[in-house]
């Protein structure tokens, strides 16, 4: 949760003094012009510190130590940590020690939503390397998933997100990590596991930025905050939900937006072969104009805090996503076409566009040729502005799918994922013998049993449909009848003749929530909860056994195996040889040791 990894410096600064034996990170190595580098935790309070060798350079990093040895020591704060990115990155440009926007990432690439963060990474820095493919290792929405500020957390001030399917709202940074601290987590995992020694370049990509709207009142804070990810997507709907076009839209479009601006986006467009009408396209230009400027204006912002706390032109770049599913309906070939030329015409390079193309989060598309139809006419403008294609609510489709959004683009594209790993992490604690997983897995399902018959019940519409869809599906697909509404109690024992089973739908779609309500309760007001009692809760899952590490593990690597596998990012043989060795671990220590190879 908190941007520093060291809490109690004058601490751990002491141990070390008196040459106490704390754990060294025998992979962490990596030199500098400063000297050669390792990483110490202490095992009992978990806080790090950054050893330079002795001889290295005098007090590169703030608030340090020199040990009887010569060593000298620092914090792992998060100060030192944008200090370090600099030294490492002026020294080698190359280093995947931070996530960067090399070319490979930009162009073809797999999002993987880290919602367990340090149990997570351990399995993406795996199938990372046995597939020597790099991915967009580190994803989340921020604010909604993230915490964006942690003084704003403490200080009570978070905003709350509309959840219509459980009929209420609930606080933003729903999964309770802060984005610096998993930004600074993310980072030490890679060297805790010597995963830097392969050379794989990886990004983080802070998801879904909101632009405009109700938002602008803290873009710096969420510039600042985001300062360590190496790939941004832009989502306009804030400010396009509140944007009025007006009447006369060509009339305003020639009052607002600059004659040459409108001509150079008709002239990038002109040899396509596109329909566009004369007043559809002033409806569009006034409809995205005043998100565009925002857009521009945030982009700025993003480029001049790293231009002031980078050094090197790698610590400087970063990818862009526009993301445009957001917008009603499917999105035309028109749209995107228009879209991308005012974001190039603007000065900014797009990396990834995410079109809607009618997927449903964790359902497979259901019509194979539909959908290459649709991916086809996109791929057709993408390609013209060398922009690959980003496929948001990307889990859970079938391996047909995925291999139709593989060739329609020349695997030019990333597939976004990220609810797909609560599930695996159900799908771990259900089949692990140990006694904690297994409670903690029997009061994660009680608790969306409890929701879902809530649900069921409510007065909010929308809440009850949902809740009953859910529950129907469950037992549909289980051979009961889903004729079980007549009252609670009768919903209540249909559910309870089910298997506890985290193929349920009811479980799927409200176990999220489950991760910080406060103590685990399964009530509306307890959602999102960022006090002690959250974070109390959100604990059981930072305390499993390796049984269970090592079973999530397995569950993420494969999954990421298998979407690389159908969307032709990496080769068959080389997947079937990861899936191979990755069902021989029988260690979680063992799986980890792999990593570095
Ligand atoms: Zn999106």
Redesign the pocket.
């Known amino acids: 949760m908190s941007p520093d990894f060291c809490l109690d410096w004058p601490a751990l600064r002491d141990a070390l003094g008196r040459g106490e034996q704390l754990r060294e990170y025998p992979k962490s190595h990596f030199t500098t012009k400063a000297g050669a580098w390792s990483l110490v935790k202490d095992p009992v309070t978990g806080d790090c510190a950054w050893v330079l060798a002795a001889g290295g350079a005098k007090e590169p990093l703030a608030e340090g130590v020199t040990l009887g040895d010569g060593r000298q020591a620092f914090p792992a704060t998060y100060a030192n940590l944008l200090t370090l990115k600099n030294l490492v990155q002026e020294a080698d440009p190359g280093s995947t020690i931070f996530p960067t926007a090399n070319e490979q990432v930009g162009r073809s690439t797999l999002g993987i939503g880290a919602r367990f963060t340090t149990l997570h990474w351990p399995a993406v820095e795996w199938a990372m390397s046995a597939l020597d493919l790099g991915v967009t290792a580190n994803q989340n929405s921020i604010p909604r998933e993230l915490v964006f500020d942690v003084d704003a957390m403490l200080a009570g001030n978070l905003d709350t997100v509309p959840f219509p399917f459980i009929g209420t709202t609930v606080p933003e940074g729903h999964q309770g990590q802060s984005v610096e601290g998993m930004s600074h987590g993310s980072i030490l995992s890679k060297v805790k596991t010597g995963f830097h020694r392969r050379r794989i370049a990886w990004s983080f990509n802070a998801d879904?930025q909101p632009i405009g709207g109700k938002f602008d009142t803290r873009e710096d804070r969420l510039v600042e905050g985001c300062v360590l990810a190496s790939y941004i997507?832009f989502?306009l709907s804030p400010e396009l939900a509140k944007t009025v076009v007006p009447e006369d839209a060509a009339g305003w479009v020639k009052a607002n937006v600059p004659a040459d601006l409108v001509q150079a986006v008709r002239t990038r467009i002109a040899g396509f072969d596109l329909t566009i009408d004369e007043r559809a396209f002033a409806e569009l230009l006034a409809s995205v104009w005043p998100a565009m400027q925002k857009m521009k204006r945030r982009d700025e912002k993003y480029a001049a805090a790293r231009a002031r706390l980078f050094t090197t032109d790698v610590g400087r770049a970063y990818l862009r996503e526009l993301?445009?599913?957001?917008l009603p309906g499917l999105t035309t070939p028109e749209t995107t076409a228009i879209m991308l030329a005012l974001c190039e015409v603007m000065g900014m390079r797009i990396h990834f566009v995410?079109p809607a193309f009618g997927f449903q989060k964790n359902m497979p598309y259901p019509d194979n040729t539909a959908l290459r139809g649709l991916i086809d006419q996109q791929w057709q403008i993408c390609r013209r502005f060398d922009a690959s294609i980003?496929f948001?609510s990307g889990s859970g489709k079938s391996a047909e799918n995925y291999r139709v959004m593989g060739e329609a683009t020349g695997s030019r594209l990333e597939i976004k994922t990220s609810g797909r790993y609560t599930y695996e992490m159900g799908r771990a604690l259900h089949e692990s013998q140990d006694a904690r997983d297994a409670a903690l897995w029997s009061d994660w399902y009680a608790f969306t049993v409890e929701l879902a018959v809530a649900g069921a019940f409510s007065p909010d519409a929308t809440e009850q449909k949902m809740a009953r869809s859910f529950i129907a599906d469950a037992l549909v697909k289980s051979g009961r009848s889903a004729d079980v509404f007549a009252d609670r109690q009768a919903t209540r024992a249909a559910i309870e003749s089910l298997e506890r089973s985290p193929e349920h739908m009811f479980w799927f779609e409200y176990n999220f929530l489950y991760v910080l309500a406060a103590d685990g309760r399964a009530e509306k007001a307890a959602l999102g909860d960022h006090s002690p009692a959250g974070y109390r809760q959100r604990a059981r899952f930072y305390s499993i056994s390796d049984q269970a590490r090592l079973g999530f593990a397995k569950r993420v690597a494969s999954y990421i195996v298998f979407l690389a596998e159908h969307t032709g990012l990496a080769p068959a043989e080389r997947c079937a040889a990861a899936r191979k060795r990755l069902e021989a671990y029988q260690e979680f220590a063992a799986l980890v040791e792999d990593i570095s190879r």
């Not at 993301?323 to 957001?326: A, M």
């Open positions: 879904h997507t989502d993301s445009i599913d957001e995410a980003g948001h």
